[in-house]
């Protein structure tokens, strides 16, 4: 009976072991390792940079000042250190005066001159009548200034020769060779190519060759060399070169004059601020008032004062072009 009960014991003990070790068994698994993610699973933000702001221009330097000056192109009709040695003075005047910053500039040629007005490369000139007239009609220039010489604001061109070539009068020019300033000069070809068609010359048949000297005082000195047989200018342009040439007068004759003409001018872009303009106007003005502003005058172009004048000052020399049949763009053939 006893071992029985020892037998049972050992059996319940048994028993109760295997339940404890059995609940063990059911405890929570630990979670099996994972990998570590690889690149493709890593999401991250994509950077961004910085914002930039877009490129943006420098602002434009108001007019008339070191960084962007008022451009003054100039008539290419005599030497160009010579222009430029008288403008430069007056730029200055007018700068001291206003406090504008007015840079000379001289083109190539005549042509050059106007493509400057109407480009807004420039925006004041100094032209010449055929070449104010030509940039007015293209909206590229209004008068304010006329240049006063001898007391007038007109003057008037010459044909010269050598005084033995034998040339007496116009109609003798024929098959002779024939200097010219610029195609576009009004005193050396505008008005003596009238002179001549009036005188029953064709010059673009009847003359031999017409060859431009770049310069009012080249001309005269290709005539004074015989390079030329003839040649015009404005009146009277042998004082040009007397200096170095005294006999210059004696040597070349004038053959014939033409009727007046406007002198030139300081014009202005339309386009140009009226109160600049005003204050350049009247300093240049104000050079007519003492020795030392005429001085500055006559060292460009031989000025000897500035006149106010409008464009109705041109009337008579396109009244003169329409009563020979002609107009600008005929005389710019």
């Not at 099996?32 to 420098?58: G, I, M, N, S, Y």
């Not at 003359?207 to 060399?225: C, E, F, K, P, S």
Request: glycine residues 6%.
């Amino acid at each position: 009976m006893r071992k029985s009960r020892t037998l049972y014991v050992v059996l319940a003990l048994l028993v109760l072991a295997a339940t404890v070790l059995a609940a063990c068994s059911k405890s929570t698994p630990t979670p099996a390792p994972t990998e570590a993610p690889t690149e493709a699973q890593v999401t991250e933000a994509p950077a961004t940079e910085a914002p930039t702001e877009a490129p943006t221009e420098a602002p434009t330097a108001a007019l008339g000042t070191e960084e962007n000056p008022i451009i003054w192109v100039l008539t290419p009709s005599q030497d160009t250190q010579k222009v430029l040695a008288g403008a430069e003075p007056i730029a200055q005047y007018v700068e001291e005066k206003t406090g504008l910053v007015i840079k000379p500039v001289i083109p190539t040629d005549y042509s050059a001159q106007i493509e400057a007005m109407c480009s807004g490369e420039a925006q004041m000139g100094a032209l010449n009548t055929f070449g104010y007239v030509r940039a007015h009609e293209k909206g590229c220039a209004d008068v304010a200034l006329a240049s006063v010489r001898y007391g007038s604001t007109s003057y008037a061109g010459q044909i010269i020769t050598q005084a033995d070539s034998g040339i007496k009068e116009l109609k003798d020019l024929v098959g002779k060779t024939f200097c010219r300033p610029d195609p576009e000069s009004t005193s050396g070809w505008v008005m003596p190519k009238l002179m001549m068609l009036g005188a029953g010359i064709d010059p673009d048949k009847d003359l031999a060759r017409i060859v431009d000297t770049g310069g009012h005082d080249a001309t005269v000195l290709a005539v004074y060399n015989g390079d030329c047989d003839a040649g015009a200018t404005f009146q009277d342009a042998r004082v040009l070169v007397a200096k170095d040439y005294p006999d210059v007068n004696d040597k070349v004759v004038v053959i014939a004059t033409s009727p007046p003409i406007p002198n030139d001018n300081i014009s202005f872009r339309p386009d140009f601020p009226q109160d600049l303009r005003e204050q350049i106007v009247n300093a240049l003005l104000t050079l007519n008032d003492t020795d030392e502003g005429k001085a500055m005058l006559k060292g460009l172009f031989s000025w000897q004062g500035l006149e106010p004048v409008d464009d109705t000052f041109y009337d008579g020399f396109r009244q003169a072009l329409e009563a020979a049949g002609m107009s600008i763009e005929d005389l710019n053939k």
